[in-house]
Every structure is written in structure tokens, then in C-alpha cells.
């Protein structure tokens, strides 16, 4: 069957011995000698990365499948249930941006709560600030955190420090049952609602955290992405807005190379007078940040990053019923 317009075909002579020849000198450039990708989808868009092919851990805990894969471009990377979680080469966008932005607000924290969070990287980058006396980190899969320690050290870098006490346990059990005003900061270091984390999303659970902050508290909590999860993403901040009030819910936009469409947030409930819009302590934050050698936030990231765009903006206000 012949595709296409006749008259641009052309007669090749088939010729047997030359053919021959030519597959014996053809030799596969090594560089395409794997071509195997890792994707993170849902119904209609999706990021793949191009993996090695090598598989460091790969156990299904009693909560979900924990791998550490290695990507060309971006190095070992934790996966949970086929999602990107973190990477090598990118993770200190996440990290830095989940907890440096509350601390300089507050001013002073002394006691924080980190529920998730289990590679690492949030509570390696709170214990950079001196001043904080406790920080707790509840993690419900321990299966994670043994991954992360021995496969991605760099992330998993703090969890000897004398200041932290590691928790293997329900974060949602956990914070039902805290103290009222325990806390000056409440970092909710999940992953997407689904599975293990899937009541981190729920109006109970932040009325709890609310309940166990300090009075001038800040709650920061994985956000979803305006545009991948734009439903999960609203309902969060309206669940916030109606919790710590409608002018106390900002959101903070950050960029992450392996989640997909780069665009993704943190959201915030602040309980007291203190908002992240309005640091005036912008040379201690870029003393800091020199001094730790952060790599993507600083004083003008931390402004931007509360500058909301106006489909974001769109999002926020709109009946959440209308998203599909």
C-alpha cells in the first residue's frame, strides 16, 4: 500500500550486500542506550522525567509506594505512588521557600511543628535559625524517612539534631490532640490529598492547627498547584479564609522545575497581626541567606512570592463548585 502522493516517491534500488554492510557498521550512540521515563500525571497534562534506570529503594510501605530513582537531569529523586516528591538538584526551591518566609515573619519563633515532611529537607532548613529552641516533626511513614536517610543524605541531613524530636505517627491524631497555643509556627509538609494525605486537606484538621498555635501563630501548609490542582488549590484557601479570616489566608507562589507546570504554592493562616506581606527586616533576611548560603529565597523573593496574579486572585474568590 503506497502512502502519500505518487509523484514524490522515489524508486530505491534494494541492493542485499550493501544493506548488510550498512548494519554492520551502524552501532547505537550510547547515549540513547536507555530511554526510560518516570511521569507524574493526572487525566490531562503530565511532567516525565528521564530516568537511569536505576532503582535504589523501592518498598511498599503500609501507607504507599516509596522509590528513590536517579534522573539525568536532576539526580536521585524521591517518588511516592508515581509523584515527584523532591530531587537532588532542585529540592532547596521547596525547602527554602516552605520555611524561611513564616520564620522571618514571626520574628522569633521558638517552638515549631512540621507534620509530613518525611525526606528531610524542611526541618534541615528551620534548624539553620539558632534561635529556635524545638522543633517536632510527626511523619506518618517511616518508610520514608529510612529511604531518604541512607539514598538522599544531603535532604536528610538534620535528623540528629539535638532540637528536633522525630515522631513516627498519624499528624492528624497528633495535632488533635496538642495543646492549645503550643506552637509559634505549623508546617504542613505533605504531599498531594490523596492517600496517607488526604485528611491534611480537611476543615477539621486546620481548626485543629489553629487551635495549637501561639496567638500571633503562622500556619504554612503545602498548597497544590493554580494550575494542575486548581480545585484542591482553592478549596484549601477557602477552608484557611473561613478558619483564620479572609485577609489572613495569603498565598505564595514558588517555581519547581519537577512538579508539574513548575507553578506551585504554600498557603498560609495567620492567627495574629504578623503577615508576610509586610517584613521590614529585609537586610537580616539577606544576611542570613549569605551567611547559610540559601539558594533561591531572599528578601526580594520572599516579597514577590506573595505577589498574586490575577487568575490566582480569580481562583481564591470564586465558588470552588464551578472548578473542574
Not at 541492493?15 to 551502524?26: F, I, L, V, Y
Not at 491534611?200 to 494550575?227: H, M
Not at 504554600?266 to 540559601?294: C, R, S, W
Not at 528578601?299 to 496574579?309: E, I, L, M, Y
Request: hydrophobic share 35%.
Amino acid at each position: 500500500m503506497k502512502r502519500g502522493s505518487v509523484n514524490l516517491l522515489t524508486r530505491n534500488d534494494f541492493d542485499m550486500t550493501t544493506m548488510r554492510q550498512k548494519a554492520g557498521e551502524w552501532r547505537n550512540p550510547e547515549f540513547f542506550t536507555r530511554n526510560v521515563w518516570f511521569t507524574d500525571k493526572d487525566e490531562h497534562q503530565a511532567l516525565s522525567l528521564r530516568f537511569t534506570g536505576e532503582v535504589f529503594h523501592d518498598v511498599q510501605s503500609p501507607f504507599q509506594r516509596v522509590r528513590i530513582l536517579e534522573s539525568y537531569k536532576y539526580g536521585k529523586m524521591l517518588a511516592l505512588d508515581d509523584m515527584v516528591m523532591t530531587t537532588i538538584k532542585d529540592e532547596f526551591h521547596y525547602h527554602e521557600m516552605i520555611s524561611h518566609p513564616s520564620i522571618f515573619t514571626h520574628g522569633n519563633p521558638k517552638n515549631i511543628l512540621v507534620i509530613g515532611g518525611g525526606d528531610g529537607g524542611t526541618v534541615r532548613e528551620i534548624l539553620r535559625h539558632e534561635g529556635v529552641e524545638k522543633v517536632t516533626m510527626v511523619e506518618i511513614d517511616g518508610e520514608v524517612i529510612t529511604a531518604c536517610k541512607e539514598h538522599l543524605p544531603q535532604i536528610a541531613a538534620a535528623f540528629d539534631n539535638p532540637k528536633l524530636d522525630l515522631i513516627v505517627d498519624d499528624g492528624i491524631a497528633f495535632i488533635k490532640k496538642a495543646a492549645p497555643e503550643s506552637y509559634d509556627i505549623i508546617i504542613v509538609d505533605g504531599s498531594d490529598p490523596v492517600g496517607p494525605a488526604e485528611g491534611l486537606f480537611s476543615v477539621e484538621f486546620y481548626t485543629n492547627c489553629y487551635n495549637a498555635l501561639k496567638k500571633d501563630g503562622i500556619l504554612v501548609a503545602q498548597g497544590e498547584s493554580p494550575k494542575f490542582n486548581e480545585k484542591s488549590f482553592a478549596e484549601l484557601n477557602h477552608t484557611l479564609q473561613d478558619i483564620f479570616g479572609k485577609e489572613k489566608a495569603p498565598v505564595s507562589l514558588f517555581f519547581v522545575p519537577t512538579y508539574p507546570t513548575g507553578m506551585w504554592s504554600f498557603q498560609y493562616g495567620l492567627k495574629g497581626e504578623k503577615h508576610p506581606k509586610m517584613v521590614t527586616n529585609e537586610t537580616q533576611i539577606d544576611a542570613f541567606v549569605d551567611a547559610k548560603g540559601l539558594r533561591y529565597y531572599n528578601s526580594d523573593v520572599h516579597k514577590g512570592s506573595f505577589a498574586t496574579p490575577n487568575f490566582v486572585k480569580e481562583l481564591i474568590a470564586k465558588k470552588t463548585e464551578s472548578l473542574v
